[in-house]
């Protein structure tokens, strides 16, 4: 299989972690920058155009370990940092003059300043509802309007103009944020929780999945908080991707999730292992069916083929690139075919590639410490 070819690359000022695709027309890259000396994270927030020109960047003073637009409104973006807070922006796009401008609305801080929040994710189904995991191993819910009643996302900045703001210390200096008090799942990784996900068809629909650096892949009730199920046997190294299926993903496969592990392996793991439509609680309970292939490259982030019928995903590797990846669910026991690569990309990223996005247009991908930025796409 012959690589893909770059239609753009761009070296990025800070080193580049995650990223996303803005109305096919922009990309928001997340950067996180480590100053040896003492210890301190900062970041910033970067707008290029579909050329990968930089147009504007937003100063943060925490690291971007994440990066999501709301399923709800894709102008309403959350950032995760690595001193526990999360920032809201507005994306405000000026289509007749193709500009773009984006405002910082608050600060929610979730957790103490020196933990890290690793990811976050919308609820499909809730919009004011948001999964956050960090690395002290913990998973937990939060509500990004903090329970304000008369909140309106027509206009969230005078909304959160209401809510009372504290000071914080942050890498010794004070900075002000709304309190996020978040819901905590009472089932805990021994190590980094690197990633989680909301399931989201039924019955999973009130199911959250974690995974942690401890090899371990945890399902908890979203109602009690509580744990349903966890294996640590299935993986051999840290879980940090996981993938549930959706209304435009895998949608005959409900109760199957796709995970990413520091193992190199991409899996699909069906978890109907008691009837048609439940989970068999307990602890390293086995799964009905485990499939999985070598990517040759630590499998940590996916992002689904938009406006497809096809299951495909785009596969950050680590220190392999990005891989696009065809299931083939149509044959499920023929374990040669069920995960086929169909697409790469390797050159330009000769680091760690953690951030990836798939537009209809194009797919862009970022490397870490080679501070590369590239557009290509399947061809």
């Known amino acids: 299989m012959l690589e893909s070819a770059v239609l753009e690359s761009v070296k990025t000022e800070l080193p580049p972690c995650c990223l996303r695709i803005f109305e096919d027309k922009f990309v928001l890259v997340g950067t996180y920058e480590l100053d040896k000396p003492t210890g301190n994270r900062t970041g910033s927030l970067d707008v290029y155009n579909d050329s990968l020109n930089l147009l504007s960047s937003y100063h943060c003073y925490g690291a971007i370990l994440d990066l999501k637009l709301s399923p709800f409104d894709s102008t309403l973006a959350l950032t995760a940092h690595s001193t526990g807070n999360v920032t809201v922006w507005k994306i405000n796009y000026d289509v007749t003059n193709d500009e773009i401008k984006i405002d910082q609305l608050t600060n929610l801080q979730v957790f103490d300043s020196e933990v890290l929040i690793t990811s976050l994710h919308f609820s499909p189904l809730d919009k004011n509802l948001v999964l956050v995991t960090n690395t002290i191993g913990e998973a937990a819910t939060i509500d990004i309007t903090t329970g304000l009643v008369e909140f309106t996302f027509d206009k969230p900045d005078e909304s959160y103009s209401r809510i009372e703001t504290k000071s914080y210390d942050v890498q010794g200096n004070s900075h002000k944020a709304i309190e996020a008090i978040p819901e905590i799942f009472t089932s805990q990784h021994s190590l980094e929780c690197w990633t989680g996900e909301f399931g989201h068809l039924q019955p999973l629909q009130n199911v959250i999945f974690t995974g942690g650096d401890d090899a371990t892949i945890i399902a908890h009730d979203l109602r009690s908080k509580d744990m349903i199920w966890s294996n640590g046997r299935i993986h051999s190294a840290g879980v940090v991707g996981i993938k549930a299926s959706t209304e435009t993903f895998r949608t005959n496969h409900p109760t199957s999730i796709i995970t990413g592990s520091y193992d190199d392996h991409i899996r699909s793991i069906d978890l109907r292992m008691f009837g048609e439509d439940s989970i068999y609680p307990g ?89 590369s930025l590239q557009k290509w796409n399947l061809e």
């Open 283 to 371: 602890t390293n309970t086995p799964a009905l069916k485990t499939r999985e292939s070598n990517l040759s490259g630590g499998v940590w982030r996916f992002s689904e083929r938009p406006n497809s019928s096809k299951d495909q995903l785009l596969v950050c590797c680590m220190y392999n690139g990005a891989k696009v990846i065809d299931i083939n669910d149509q044959e499920p026991d023929n374990e040669d075919k069920y995960f086929q690569e169909i697409a790469y990309l390797k050159k330009g990223h000769d680091s760690m590639c953690y951030g990836g996005d798939w537009g209809n247009k194009f797919i862009v991908t970022c490397s870490f410490y080679d501070n």
